[in-house]
């Protein structure tokens, strides 16, 4: 039996290793683009004229989305401009861009203390637009800018890594509140450093706590430019959400408006997120709601991240 011993010269050899190449500078050109892409889109004309998403419920209990102008906070609005953004534990807290087709609009979240250094919750209605799009339209360009001040980011912005945008299967295809939430990691703003580290630690995740707690809640209201904050107690369950499969979502004592969804929860001085601003219910003033944390919906969401 005769052998073919291939040489260095072989055109199958040649087109493999044209191929292989070709495929690594591709997948080296589309990291790089991936936050340049992100960071040359925002402008701050567009992050100016970004619109508040927000989640309702209708007073039949359905959950409807919208993106747009919201009306001036009301008199029951119960939050108060933040003094210090930049300091911790307020630093973990910022606003995130996000664009909904060929509209700008914007939600909050939160800088966590994960072992990746990476990564940002917030609301799923704020990564995925849920089942009305049958789970399939995530938004694009994500920026979060943590303690975003009157348009200063005093630690730079840090572009989502894309297919590195999580939400739970039970938001995506079911619109489940119990699982309002949405999960991303960065890559590092330009000075090279993640997030975690740039905003002097980041929030740990809690789990399974008590309901029965005083939170600080944060988030970007719309018409407001400046982080805000509320402190407030539990307000009681959402009732309507014991039909849905999940821990039932709480409330907290805020009137928050559109524009803070997916704002943290934070317990312990701040250094710990016990939940998140997810919706409200017309009708319904001086509570706000949000998916109670365990391990079941974040915990899962989360892990290895």
Same mark, same amino acid.
């Given at each position: 039996?005769?052998?073919?011993?291939?040489?260095?010269?072989?055109?199958?050899?040649?087109?493999?290793?044209?191929?292989?190449?070709?495929?690594?500078?591709?997948?080296?050109?589309?990291?790089?683009?991936?936050?340049?892409?992100?960071?040359?889109?925002?402008?701050?004309?567009?992050?100016?004229?970004?619109?508040?998403?927000?989640?309702?419920?209708?007073?039949?209990?359905?959950?409807?989305?919208?993106?747009?102008?919201?009306?001036?906070?009301?008199?029951?609005?119960?939050?108060?401009?933040?003094?210090? &953004? %930049?300091? =911790?534990?307020?630093? *973990?807290?910022? @606003?995130?861009?996000?664009?909904?087709? $060929? +509209?700008?609009?914007?939600?909050?979240?939160?800088?966590?203390?994960?072992?990746?250094?990476?990564?940002?919750?917030?609301?799923?209605?704020?990564?995925?637009?849920?089942?009305?799009?049958?789970?399939?339209?995530?938004?694009?360009?994500?920026?979060?800018?943590?303690?975003?001040?009157?348009?200063?980011?005093?630690?730079?912005?840090? &572009? %989502?890594? =894309?297919?590195?945008? *999580?939400?739970? @299967?039970?938001?995506?295809?079911?619109? $489940? +509140?119990?699982?309002?939430?949405?999960?991303?990691?960065?890559?590092?703003?330009?000075?090279?450093?993640?997030?975690?580290?740039?905003?002097?630690?980041?929030?740990?995740?809690?789990?399974?706590?008590?309901?029965?707690?005083?939170?600080?809640?944060?988030?970007?209201?719309?018409?407001?430019?400046?982080?805000?904050?509320?402190?407030?107690?539990?307000?009681?369950?959402?009732?309507?959400?014991? @039909?849905?499969?999940?821990?039932?979502?709480?409330?907290?004592?805020?009137?928050?408006?559109?524009?803070?969804?997916?704002?943290?929860?934070?317990?312990?001085?701040?250094?710990?997120?016990?939940?998140?601003?997810?919706?409200?219910?017309?009708?319904?003033?001086?509570?706000?709601?949000?998916?109670?944390?365990?391990?079941?919906?974040?915990?899962?969401?989360?892990?290895?991240?």
């Amino acid at each position: 039996m005769s052998r073919h011993h291939a040489s260095a010269t072989d055109p199958a050899l040649l087109a493999l290793a044209l191929a292989v190449a070709l495929l690594l500078l591709f997948a080296a050109e589309a990291a790089a683009a991936g936050p340049r892409e992100a960071l040359r889109y925002w402008t701050p004309q567009r992050m100016a004229s970004a619109r508040p998403l927000d989640l309702v419920l209708d007073r039949g209990g359905e959950p409807r989305l919208r993106l747009g102008r919201a009306p001036q906070p009301a008199a029951t609005a119960s939050f108060a401009g933040v003094p210090e &953004p %930049a300091a =911790p534990p307020y630093s *973990f807290n910022g @606003r995130l861009f996000i664009r909904v087709g $060929n +509209r700008q609009g914007y939600c909050s979240g939160t800088a966590i203390d994960s072992p990746t250094r990476r990564l940002v919750l917030t609301a799923g209605h704020c990564v995925n637009a849920g089942a009305e799009e049958h789970g399939n339209r995530w938004y694009r360009d994500l920026l979060f800018v943590p303690a975003y001040n009157g348009g200063e980011m005093p630690f730079g912005a840090f &572009p %989502a890594r =894309p297919g590195k945008v *999580f939400a739970p @299967r039970q938001w995506r295809f079911h619109d $489940n +509140r119990d699982f309002d939430l949405g999960a991303f990691l960065t890559y590092p703003n330009k000075r090279g450093e993640l997030l975690a580290d740039a905003v002097g630690g980041g929030a740990a995740i809690a789990l399974d706590r008590p309901r029965q707690e005083e939170f600080a809640t944060f988030g970007y209201p719309h018409r407001f430019e400046w982080m805000q904050t509320c402190t407030g107690g539990y307000a009681g369950d959402d009732r309507s959400s014991y @039909r849905d499969p999940g821990p039932p979502t709480l409330g907290v004592g805020c009137q928050w408006v559109p524009g803070a969804s997916g704002g943290g929860w934070l317990v312990e001085g701040g250094t710990q997120i016990d939940g998140l601003t997810s919706y409200g219910i017309l009708g319904r003033l001086g509570v706000t709601y949000g998916p109670y944390f365990s391990r079941e919906n974040v915990g899962k969401l989360v892990a290895g991240l």
